[in-house]
C-alpha cells in the first residue's frame, strides 16, 4: 500500500513560483518512481515530471522544461515540484503518482497505479 499526499497549491500571480510537496509512505519498492500530472477540466491529464528515486534520474514535458524542477529528499520521503515563471495555463490541479518503475520516455498516467488526492494551482495574469 502506497499513501501519497500533495500540499502547496495556491493562488500566484504570473511570474510567480511555487514549491509543490508530495509525502510518500508505504510499500518502498512500489514507489520508486514518482510524477506529477495535472489537469484542468474537460481535458485530459498531463504528464509534467518524473523522478526515478533510486537514482535521480529526472524526465520532463516540453511544456515545463527549463521552468519545473523535480527533486527529492530521501530522508523525508517527500518529493518536489518547484516552479518557476509561472504562467496563467500552468493553472490546474496537480496530482503526485507512484510507481515501481519509470518509463524514461514519456509519462503516461496508466503506468501509475497509485495516486494522491491532488492539491490546486491558478496562476493569475
Known amino acids: 500500500q502506497v499513501q501519497l499526499v500533495e500540499s502547496g497549491g495556491e493562488s500566484v500571480q504570473a511570474g510567480g513560483s511555487l514549491r509543490l510537496s508530495c509525502a510518500a509512505s508505504g510499500d518502498i519498492s512500489s514507489r520508486r518512481c514518482v510524477a506529477w500530472f495535472r489537469q484542468t477540466p474537460g481535458k485530459e491529464r498531463e504528464g509534467v515530471a518524473s523522478?526515478?528515486?533510486?537514482?535521480?534520474?529526472?524526465y520532463y514535458t516540453d511544456s515545463v522544461k527549463g521552468r519545473f524542477t523535480i527533486s527529492q529528499d530521501n530522508e523525508t520521503n517527500t518529493v518536489y515540484l518547484q516552479m518557476n515563471n509561472l504562467k496563467p495555463e500552468d493553472t490546474a490541479m496537480y496530482y503526485c503518482a507512484a510507481n515501481s518503475y519509470c518509463v524514461t520516455t514519456r509519462i503516461d498516467d496508466r503506468d501509475f497505479p497509485h495516486w494522491g488526492q491532488g492539491t490546486q494551482v491558478t496562476v493569475s495574469s
Open positions: 523522478i526515478y528515486t533510486r537514482a535521480g534520474r529526472t
